[in-house]
């Protein structure tokens, strides 16, 4: 049987029932070729993270783990979101062909950097013997590093050309920060400041109870992508007006260097977010933009 009979095979059985959710646990991108097709098929699709799955399960008493109690979890934790008020924020459109090919050379670029930067760590407290070695696996990572480099611009530009030089209009933003928000953000210009936030990551998350009122922490959503505006939000409390005199009067109010960066993380992201839905270019008076 052939990749297409399986998803056929799939269809036509789901087509037997009155499906109104789809609901897949991600697998490490195997999932995302089902839940592309499902959604072309008309399906609403919802995948979900294997740690929230589990979480799920405890919650329901599932101690075990085998197919069959998977499949049972997955089913009840559907209807669950299927009944639950804020159903669509867990239906988002799965990536376009030229969004899946861009994520992937993201992805590689990041695996590919870990391991620089691993056999730079390694060069000198080794044995010489072992120096040759280790240049030459580095030369070959820089090597691949600037092939996907060029072949990641060149992708931007057939295909993301408006796009890119719009995010890429305000300062701090680069290539490989446009890269991660083109590929991982797809819903970037669609959502609410509140909402594409707390998608990446960098909104604060509440941890009070009674009258304790306990810090606020960020955690969870893209990391990737979090990852790309903090080295961003680095660069622009530096050379960006806006972020530079936001960031110095967050510090004057008394807040802490980290908690003010991810103010600015979280600023600058909300101004890229309301350039593309307002199909605008970059220029200061976003300093108007709330957070």
């Known amino acids: ?54 979480d799920f399960a405890r919650t329901m008493g599932y101690l075990a783990k085998t197919d069959r109690i998977n499949a049972r979890v997955l089913a009840q934790m559907a209807e669950v979101i299927n009944r639950h008020p804020g159903r669509e924020r867990f239906i988002r459109a799965m990536l376009d062909a030229e969004r899946q090919v861009l ?17 730079r760590n390694r060069l000198y407290p080794v044995h010489p013997q072992s120096r040759k070695s280790i240049n030459i696996i580095i030369k070959a990572l820089e090597d691949e590093l600037a092939r996907i480099d060029e072949d990641m611009n060149n992708h931007i530009r057939n295909h993301f050309k ?10 701090g933003v680069g290539t490989m920060t446009v890269a991660a928000l083109l590929a991982e953000v797809s ?25 304790m009122r306990g810090r606020r922490t960020i955690f969870g959503g893209r990391g990737g992508v979090r990852t790309a505006l903090y080295i961003a939000a680095l660069i622009a409390t530096r050379f960006n007006p806006v972020i530079k005199a936001f960031y110095t009067r967050l510090l004057a109010a008394g807040k802490a260097k980290k908690v003010a960066l991810v103010a600015c993380m979280r600023k600058l992201l909300t ?4 350039m593309l839905r307002k199909n605008e270019e970059w220029d200061e008076s976003y300093h108007h933009v709330s957070l």
């Open 1 to 54: 049987m052939t990749l297409t009979d399986g998803f056929d095979a799939i269809t036509d059985e789901l087509r037997k029932y009155p499906v109104v959710l789809v609901l897949i646990e991600a697998t490490g991108g195997l999932e995302a070729a089902v839940a592309c097709l499902f959604q072309a098929e008309g399906f609403d699709v919802a995948v979900v993270n294997p740690r929230q799955a589990r």
């Open 103 to 119: 994520a992937a050379m993201v992805v590689r670029r990041r695996q590919l950097t870990a391991m620089l930067i691993a056999e």
């Open 162 to 171: 408006e796009l890119a030089a719009r995010l890429s209009s305000i300062k």
């Open 187 to 211: 819903d970037l210009g669609s959502l609410s400041r509140r909402a594409i936030s707390a998608l990446v990551g960098v909104a604060p998350i509440n941890r009070d109870s009674g009258t």
């Open 271 to 274: 101004i890229l977010n309301t």
